[in-house]
């Protein structure tokens, strides 16, 4: 299939999703959240980057936001298309902010996998809150992952005052649970930076 007939066909699926009762519009929108994961071999970044394309998305979202499966599905979708093909507008913030307290644990941890990588997060105003509140999501073994990444991403702007807490939540996770000494290592590496920057000099050992 040409890159104009793809784009064609998803696009008229999107339109359909504008207009579908509620009773199909879970299907479809499972349908593009399939099709965001897809290797082509066509150039489906240029389609999904599309500003039109999140906004047509996020204005279903808007429209289904008191039914928890349809929003679920729509958050998943809009953020692995933030995440796979670097789209970040302020809309598309703006709806995932509107949602971060959910109470929905996977439409929690989709954004939590995704929010803290827009530049516009710097300025929010429970960003460290938020951020410490990350390994507390369910599944908590795949949110423990996505608070290092977001911990390694921020490590130069955490406040002294949080490091001792955040030393604490990976210490508590390494030496509870078995995991592999690449990935042990790796939470090692962070308690160590924020050790050594926080006053204290202990030396980490990598006995468990």
Not at 31 to 45: A, F, P, S, V
Not at 71 to 83: D, F, G, P, R
Not at 154 to 161: A, F, K, L, T
């Amino acid at each position: 299939m040409s890159r104009i007939k793809y784009g064609e066909e998803i696009l008229r699926i999107i339109d359909e999703l504008e207009t579908a009762s509620s009773t199909n519009v879970l299907s479809l929108i499972k349908k593009i959240n399939r099709e965001t994961r897809q290797e082509l071999g066509i150039d489906i970044k240029a389609f999904f980057s599309n500003p039109t394309i999140i906004e047509k998305l996020i204005k279903i979202g808007q429209k289904y936001e008191a039914d928890d499966q349809i929003l679920e599905e729509i958050i998943k979708t809009v953020t692995n298309i933030s995440w796979r093909f670097e789209v970040k507008p302020q809309n598309l913030y703006d709806f995932l902010v509107r949602h971060i307290e959910s109470k929905n644990n996977k439409i929690k941890f989709a954004i939590a996998s995704c929010v803290p990588y827009f530049s516009q997060f710097n300025n929010y105003n429970e960003k460290w809150e938020y951020i410490l509140s990350i390994p507390k999501i369910a599944p908590k073994k795949e949110s423990i992952l996505l608070f290092r990444w977001v911990i390694e991403e921020q490590i130069d702007e955490i406040p002294s005052d949080l490091k001792e807490n955040i030393v604490t939540i990976m210490e508590n996770y390494i030496y509870k649970v078995n995991l592999d000494i690449t990935t042990f290592k790796n939470y090692i590496d962070i308690v160590e930076q924020l050790k050594n920057t926080d006053g204290s000099k202990k030396k980490i050992t990598l006995s468990r």
